[in-house]
């Protein structure tokens, strides 16, 4: 594809130069008004625009929101809100319209008295946008008439104008990414549809639409969905609770404002071991939890504690029960807003305000609290859940300190499968953890045994999302994962942190067959990596290996395939008389059908290989999906395949 580059077009008066100084700003750093140049940022667009139709929501004047992804991966929004203003500025000499989209953070309200609560994570406005846009076009519906402008890098093409009469209001903004700043250019419908339904469940009662003009279904109608929630953050529970057996029937909703800190919670049991909270501020995901959390985690112990202590169901119980135990099975959303929020964290996403831990403990406890002594058959079943926890964690700390005690004191050593690698700079090291001893044994002859590592794994590993935590310790090639990657359990603040200080290699290459077992063992460690390991892909060191699906073969002209695609064009490519039943064609089931210098110059060779590297798009989707493809409940498991089998594979 070969776009052209945008060419800056003739200014159309004086007043624009300072505009232009602001916005040229935005283009000579796009890094730092909206994350980065590659995928996430493109991305970020569109959140940006959104975010300004559901602001228009908030402020009760917008119900419905449509987002089109155009077959020239442009970008349509648009909303039944007021209409971004169209008269006359005077002090900057042009229309508000112009001046929202070349002013940088003109974007929000005039009126000084509605803070921008939604906002992005950079909350910049749609100016940035229009910025980083080789073209982009307004169109406002407002007062019964039509007005429109366009833009190409943030510079207008002509003044805002009038171009027909309307019963409609609302803004309309298509926009395209300038390509000369995006490394990539192509949106993913599953990041949009996954932002725009958590969208819907943090914003009740907003109906947000989205088409994809580029996926043509079967039925000749664009790939599309539809997010709206009544119930919100109580939906929000159930949705992501859907793949798992819930303990108590209705999940319990929480909502208070203290110190105008607007603060909502749903949360409920289920019979899973796994705890999963998911934070948000002003609709941003904070990964990284905070202040927030913390004081939800306070009032949840605290009040859960209190009561049942003096429900007298403790007093049998000869154990120490912890916060932890309180958590067991345990899913919540949590949503503040938060006038000036302060981000802190690796990746800038852990709320740092400390009046916000009080303002949640307050609001939590109070209803909590109310919540048991209304409903004490549940409180019963949840305080027994809380005492089994108790005495599974007994179990499984006396498991990990005998894991541990192996892997620090050097009881093991490495792995007696483990082929490490020579050099001992974990920043260049890489482990394959390969499936089968077969195509273990072709990674550890075809590598580099200065930088790259093979670690074998015999057939399928544990399913974490069924076993309860101590299960994890006794199993073996879980014992080996961890203690090749030099990783262990507990640091100083917290003894189930995982201690990367020791970790030895910086990349952690997951290389399966091209089969359904081989996608079934990939989802298997990355479900490990997910629920116990999270920070090796946070910090961006878990990838998985692309190896070939063919090989073409005429004469002595061999060529790979990594897609239907690549075949078919290099098919016809290589029979260049016609002939296409001259290509010899191999399909590669499993790995172990390369031999071992295949396997280093298709899938292992850093200067031609392509490894994916895994990333979180968003905790409560991922923990769905991982929930989904690995938990105990079936039909949803089959709707997702048969729903997503005609689409690119699952993208985890
Ligand atoms: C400035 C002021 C007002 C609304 C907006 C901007 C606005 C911006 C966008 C961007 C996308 N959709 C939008 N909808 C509205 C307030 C308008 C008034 O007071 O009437």
């Known amino acids: 594809m070969s776009e052209e580059k945008a060419k800056k077009p003739a200014n159309y008066g004086a007043g624009n130069i300072q505009v232009l100084e602001g916005l040229e700003a935005v283009r000579k750093r796009p890094a730092m008004y909206i994350g980065d140049i590659g995928v996430k940022g493109l991305h970020h667009l569109i959140w940006e625009v959104v975010d ?22 442009s970008i349509t929004v648009e909303d039944n809100g007021r209409g971004i203003p169209t008269d006359w500025h005077e002090k900057e000499q042009k229309s508000a319209l112009e001046v929202v989209l070349t002013v940088l953070h003109a974007g929000g309200k005039f009126d000084k008295d509605t803070y921008k609560v939604s906002g992005g994570l950079h909350g910049v406005g749609v100016s940035c946008v229009n910025a980083l846009s080789q073209d982009l076009k307004a169109t406002v519906f407002r007062d019964g008439v039509i007005t429109e402008q366009e833009f190409k890098i943030g510079v207008p093409q002509y003044p ?37 339904r958590e969208m819907s469940f943090l914003n009740a009662g907003i109906r947000i639409f989205l088409k994809d003009l580029r996926e043509i279904e079967d039925d000749g109608s664009p790939r599309s969905d539809e997010f ?3 119930g919100g953050l109580v939906e929000f529970v159930q949705y992501l609770d859907n793949t798992r057996e819930k303990i108590i029937e209705e999940p319990i909703y929480i909502e208070g404002e203290i110190n105008s800190v607007p603060v909502q919670v749903a949360m409920n049991y289920n019979k899973s071991y796994t705890e999963n909270v998911v934070s948000y501020v002003n609709t941003i995901n904070t990964y990284e939890g905070g202040t927030h959390v913390t004081g939800f985690r306070r009032a949840l112990t605290r009040t859960l504690k209190s009561y049942a202590d003096k429900s007298g169901m403790l007093d049998k119980l000869k154990l120490e029960v912890s916060g932890d135990d309180f958590r067991e099975g345990l899913t919540a959303v949590i949503s503040v807003k938060v006038a000036e929020p302060q981000f802190e964290g690796q990746t800038k996403t852990k709320l740092g305000n400390s009046d916000v831990v009080g303002a949640v403990d307050s609001t939590v406890s ?12 549940e409180a019963k079943i949840i305080v027994g859940k809380v005492i089994l926890a108790a005495q599974a964690r007994h ?9 541990q005690r192996k892997n620090v004191l050097g009881g093991g050593g490495l792995p ?4 490490d690698c020579a050099n001992s700079d974990p920043t260049v090291c890489e482990l394959y953890l390969v499936e089968g001893d077969s195509a273990g044994g072709s990674a550890k002859q075809g590598r580099d045994r200065d930088f790259q590592a093979i670690l074998p794994l015999k057939g399928k590993i544990l399913n974490v999302e069924k076993a309860h935590e101590h ?6 090639e879980i014992k080996n994962i961890l203690t090749a990657l030099g990783v262990k359990f507990g640091t100083v603040n917290d003894d189930k942190e995982l201690d990367l200080s020791h970790l030895r290699y910086h990349k952690i290459i997951i290389m399966t067959d091209a089969d359904i077992d081989g996608s079934h063992i990939r989802t298997l460690i990355l479900t490990l990596f997910f629920r116990y390991m999270r920070a090796l892909i946070e910090n961006g060191y878990v990838y998985i290996a692309l190896p070939p699906l063919y090989l073409l073969k005429r004469g002595k002209d061999e060529r790979y395939c990594w897609t239907e695609e690549e075949r078919k064009v290099l098919t016809k490519e290589m029979a260049k008389d016609g002939k296409e039943d001259s290509v010899g064609i191999q399909r ?16 292992m060779d850093p200067s031609v290989r392509t490894i994916k590297q895994v990333t979180i798009d968003s905790a409560a989707e991922a923990d769905h999906l991982f929930s989904m493809l690995m938990g105990d409940e079936v039909a949803p498991r089959r709707e997702f395949i048969e729903k997503n089998a005609k689409y690119a594979k699952i993208d985890t």
């Not at 300004?52 to 991966?73: M, Y």
């Not at 109070?366 to 058959?377: A, G, I, K």
Request: hydrophobic letters at 35%; glycine letters at 6%; one cysteine or more.
């Open 395 to 403: 179990a499984a700390k006396k498991a990990r300190e005998m894991v």
């Open 228 to 230: 709206f929630s009544e």
């Open 588 to 603: 590669y089931k499993g790995l172990g059908e390369m031999n071992p210098e295949q396997l280093w110059t298709t899938t």
């Open 52 to 73: 300004n139709s559901i602001d228009e929501a908030l402020a009760g004047h917008c119900d419905v929101i449509h987002v089109v992804v155009n077959e020239d991966n």
């Open 366 to 377: 109070e209803t909590l609290q109310s919540w048991l002594e209304e409903h004490p058959r």
């Open 160 to 196: 805002a104008k009038e171009v027909g009469k309307t019963d409609k209001r609302g803004t309309m903004i298509h926009f395209k990414p300038d390509s000369s700043i995006f490394t990539h250019t192509e949106f993913k419908y599953e990041t949009i549809a996954n932002r725009l």
């Open 471 to 476: 299960k994890i310790y006794d199993n073996d």
């Open 416 to 419: 007696g499968k483990l082929a």
